[in-house]
């Protein structure tokens, strides 16, 4: 029944070695979002895409990537991680309008060593 | 810039105790308020928005713009309440700002 699927639930990386977070979802939604949270913080919005409109958050370092092939997929690509990139990622859709919600996925806790 | 702010990391109570869960936000348009919950091991999910004026489990928020807040609240607290639960505000542009959260938990 899951409607935002995020692979793997685990990701454990090397320091320096690309890696790439999936999502895919079966609501058709329009709206696709990748929020990076650190422990005992707030989910922090990296970017969105509005179809295939990209929107980078400002302080989103380069290092974060996404591509969104078609509607049901998005990826996170990480291109050199750090220790400090080690988080729960977490991907949510949301169709067009107002005071619609997000639903999110399971999330992806990334390790780095 | 938006920003929500959640002041207690923390809450306890008993159950069959009223709970209130704070949230202050600053934006200069319409906000889009909603309450978000998550229970051990599951995903985030939506417990109710402001639009809608529901009650959800017993829960009901307030949009207040006056004092720009938006504060949880339900009656009797119920074990099952235990969980972690975010106040999210979502711009007319469709970004969603979090607050940091408030981890609530009902004693027996």
């Known amino acids: 029944d899951a409607m935002v699927i995020q692979n793997p639930r685990y990701q454990v990386t090397q320091f320096g070695k690309p890696v790439t977070l999936s999502c895919s979802q079966t609501l058709n939604h329009n709206v696709m979002y990748w929020y990076q949270q650190k422990s005992s913080q707030a989910p922090k919005l990296l970017f969105h895409?509005?179809?295939?409109?990209?929107?980078n958050e400002a302080d989103t370092p380069d290092n974060f990537q996404s591509r969104r092939p078609n509607t049901s997929f998005c990826f996170l690509d990480i291109r050199s991680p750090g220790l400090g990139d080690a988080a729960m990622y977490l991907c949510a859709t949301s169709s067009l309008g107002r005071n619609t919600e997000a639903f999110f996925g399971q999330g992806t806790r990334l390790t780095v060593v | 810039a938006q920003r929500v702010t959640q002041p207690e990391k923390l809450l306890s109570v008993f159950k069959g105790a009223p709970v209130e869960l704070k949230c202050n936000y600053s934006y200069s348009g319409s906000p889009e308020l909603f309450w978000y919950v998550q229970y051990s091991r599951q995903r985030l999910q939506l417990l109710l928005r402001h639009i809608s004026r529901e009650s959800i489990k017993g829960f009901t928020a307030d949009l207040n713009k006056g004092e720009t807040s938006f504060h949880l609240k339900k009656p009797f607290a119920q074990e099952e309440d235990s969980a972690m639960y975010y106040c999210a505000l979502k711009t007319n542009a469709g970004k969603s700002t979090f607050g940091d959260g408030t981890t609530l938990t009902v004693k027996p």
């Open positions: 895409y509005y179809d295939k409109d990209f929107n």
